[in-house]
């Protein structure tokens, strides 16, 4: 039997000119099916055409220091991945109706553990606002569920009638993929809602990623975006870690409010994953406005993102429970929606906002937020605000929106040497201006913004002295209580 599987052996050249894409899968499928892992030749140059190839990874991969070029000038199917980590266990039919906050056991043993979404068509969630307006999603939520049945992940939904299930079992075994210097040579399609998927896609719990290099060569004028190239989706329990990812080209196009709004590719997308860390992960040029910010995310819990250089973090349509820790973010920062804890910590933010609460979703936390030993570095924005929230009370999100119960803040310098006029800050932005002086006390949204109930502040200070001020727009009481040691 022989110890390992490599391309050659199914026909790639490595000569950065053969499209070995046919080679690749092939050496994939054989080592899947013969349980051998896959290793690459050390010097070699793997040329990855358009075609509509997937090359599925279920064993042990090392790409050493092996480079692959992969070119979307001309590409069969853009949504065909170039590798898929995969489970070699079968889906689990599991059939459950209904499912509610603070429920703690399916009712059954499913008998191994496994990784559930569920969603329920008839209710809609994320009714997004703005350019880049939406009639919402369905109520989706995705948990670990044990061999006896115990939910592992808080519900954040009622569902009274789950008219989808998929469960995934958890290997035990962890699958490792590491190694590689990939370029992609980016599309020259029209700036257009056409998204790429030409990427590496995690869809196996219980996989770590490590030592992959991005870069993205080849945008030009025009170009459609990319949905990621680590893209994680529909699993639990994976770490990218020790990786280079690339910032991409930001673009412009017509929103679906007939407008032009920016439009950007990601190179981290998480759609639906639990137990999700990023570990000393770096990208260059983090303070580079024309670059799109490199991470988006839907439907996900547990995310940490732990000692990396990024343009900035992002949570669309809710995350439960979000860590920034020993990070360094650029120009788009932090960014958020959803419940549970939200800490940053021993980082520095360099931003005009700390937190960016989104508002295309309703600025909405149902949960707490925890700073703690944060640099806060605004630049040249006038008037910069901690917590940036936008809601008027105008639109229906499909769920009541909130500010964050409490926020503590445990020691936050904000170096605001470049801030016009006398420096300092706002801790919440002017989140409703239609509120005024004459229609403070009888202004009465149909989809109000509830304020926070306590901002509690300890050893915070500006490098100019200047103390931060409550609010921009004086008729506004985004908070109940501020308490200060």
């Given at each position: 039997?022989?110890?390992?599987?490599?391309?050659?052996?199914?026909?790639?050249?490595?000569?950065?000119?053969?499209?070995?894409?046919?080679?690749?899968?092939?050496?994939?499928?054989?080592?899947?099916?013969?349980?051998?892992?896959?290793?690459?030749?050390?010097?070699?140059?793997?040329?990855?055409?358009?075609?509509?190839?997937?090359?599925?990874?279920?064993?042990?991969?090392?790409?050493?220091?092996?480079?692959?070029?992969?070119?979307?000038?001309?590409?069969?199917?853009?949504?065909?991945?170039?590798?898929?980590?995969?489970?070699?266990?079968?889906?689990?039919?599991?059939?459950?109706?209904?499912?509610?906050?603070?429920?703690?056991?399916?009712?059954?043993?499913?008998?191994?553990?496994?990784?559930?979404?569920?969603?329920?068509?008839?209710?809609?969630?994320?009714?997004?606002?703005?350019?880049?307006?939406?009639?919402?999603?369905?109520?989706?939520?995705?948990?670990?569920?044990?061999?006896?049945?115990?939910?592992?992940?808080?519900?954040?939904w009622d569902f009274d009638a789950i008219d989808s299930v998929s469960a995934c079992p958890i290997e035990e075994k962890t699958l490792f993929i590491r190694?590689?210097?990939?370029?992609?040579?980016?599309?020259?399609?029209?700036?257009?809602?056409?998204?790429?998927?030409?990427?590496?896609?995690?869809?196996?719990?219980?996989?770590?990623?490590?030592?992959?290099?991005?870069?993205?060569?080849?945008?030009?004028?025009?170009?459609?975006?990319?949905?990621?190239f680590i893209s994680i989706s529909g699993c639990a329990r994976v770490t990218v870690r020790d990786c280079f990812l690339a910032s991409h080209k930001t673009?412009?196009?017509?929103?679906?409010?007939?407008?032009?709004?920016?439009?950007?590719?990601?190179?981290?997308?998480?759609?639906?994953?639990?137990?999700?860390?990023?570990?000393?992960?770096?990208?260059?040029?983090?303070?580079?406005?024309?670059?799109?910010?490199?991470?988006?995310?839907?439907?996900?819990?547990?995310?940490?993102?732990?000692?990396?250089?990024?343009?900035?973090?992002?949570?669309?349509?809710?995350?439960?429970?979000?860590?920034?820790?020993?990070?360094?973010?650029?120009?788009?920062?932090?960014?958020?929606?959803?419940?549970?804890?939200?800490?940053?910590?021993?980082?520095?933010?360099?931003?005009?906002?700390?937190?960016?609460?989104?508002?295309?979703?309703?600025?909405?936390?149902?949960?707490?937020?925890?700073?703690?030993?944060?640099?806060?570095?605004?630049?040249?924005?006038?008037?910069?605000?901690?917590?940036?929230?936008?809601?008027?009370?105008?639109?229906?999100?499909?769920?009541d929106c909130a500010m964050p119960d409490t926020i503590t803040v445990d020691g936050l310098t904000v170096d605001d040497t470049e801030t016009p006029g006398?420096?300092?800050?706002?801790?919440?932005?002017?989140?409703?201006?239609?509120?005024?002086?004459?229609?403070?006390?009888?202004?009465?949204?149909?989809?109000?913004?509830?304020?926070?109930?306590?901002?509690?502040?300890?050893?915070?200070?500006?490098?100019?002295?200047?103390?931060?001020?409550?609010?921009?727009?004086?008729?506004?009481?985004?908070?109940?209580?501020?308490?200060?040691?």
């Open positions: 039997m022989i110890p390992f599987v490599t391309y050659e052996q199914f026909g790639a050249k490595g000569d950065g000119v053969t499209d070995d894409m046919p080679a690749v899968a092939a050496a994939h499928a054989y080592a899947n099916e013969h349980d051998l892992p896959v290793r690459t030749a050390p010097d070699a140059r793997y040329y990855i055409g358009g075609r509509a190839l997937t090359a599925e990874i279920a064993t042990d991969t090392d790409w050493g220091n092996s480079r692959f070029v992969i070119d979307d000038r001309a590409v069969e199917d853009r949504r065909a991945p170039v590798f898929r980590a995969v489970s070699r266990l079968a889906p689990l039919e599991l059939v459950i109706t209904s499912l509610h906050r603070g429920q703690k056991n399916i009712g059954f043993a499913p008998g191994a553990d496994c990784y559930v979404v569920v969603r329920q068509s008839s209710i809609r969630r994320y009714i997004r606002r703005g350019l880049n307006q939406n009639d919402g999603t369905p109520q989706t939520d995705c948990f670990e569920v044990k061999a006896d049945g115990t939910i592992v992940h808080e519900l954040l190694g590689g210097h990939f370029t992609t040579i980016a599309n020259g399609e029209p700036s257009a809602y056409n998204y790429y998927e030409r990427d590496i896609v995690v869809s196996r719990s219980n996989t770590e990623l490590r030592d992959i290099r991005h870069e993205v060569t080849g945008e030009g004028e025009t170009g459609a975006p990319y949905r990621g673009y412009y196009t017509i929103g679906s409010a007939g407008k032009s709004v920016s439009m950007g590719s990601y190179d981290i997308n998480i759609f639906s994953g639990c137990d999700i860390l990023f570990k000393d992960c770096y990208q260059d040029g983090i303070l580079d406005s024309s670059r799109w910010g490199i991470v988006g995310s839907n439907f996900c819990k547990y995310v940490t993102f732990d000692g990396c250089t990024f343009s900035r973090t992002d949570a669309h349509q809710g995350m439960y429970n979000y860590t920034v820790r020993r990070c360094t973010l650029g120009h788009m920062g932090v960014n958020a929606i959803g419940f549970g804890r939200l800490t940053i910590e021993d980082s520095v933010i360099c931003c005009g906002r700390l937190i960016g609460f989104r508002s295309d979703y309703g600025s909405t936390w149902h949960g707490d937020v925890v700073i703690r030993n944060v640099l806060w570095r605004p630049g040249r924005t006038g008037s910069p605000c901690a917590f940036r929230f936008s809601n008027d009370g105008q639109h229906d999100f499909g769920y006398d420096g300092g800050f706002y801790w919440f932005s002017d989140y409703n201006p239609l509120v005024n002086a004459e229609n403070r006390d009888t202004f009465r949204a149909p989809y109000p913004l509830a304020p926070c109930r306590e901002l509690k502040i300890r050893c915070v200070e500006t490098l100019r002295g200047a103390k931060g001020k409550l609010c921009p727009n004086e008729n506004l009481t985004p908070v109940g209580r501020v308490s200060e040691e």
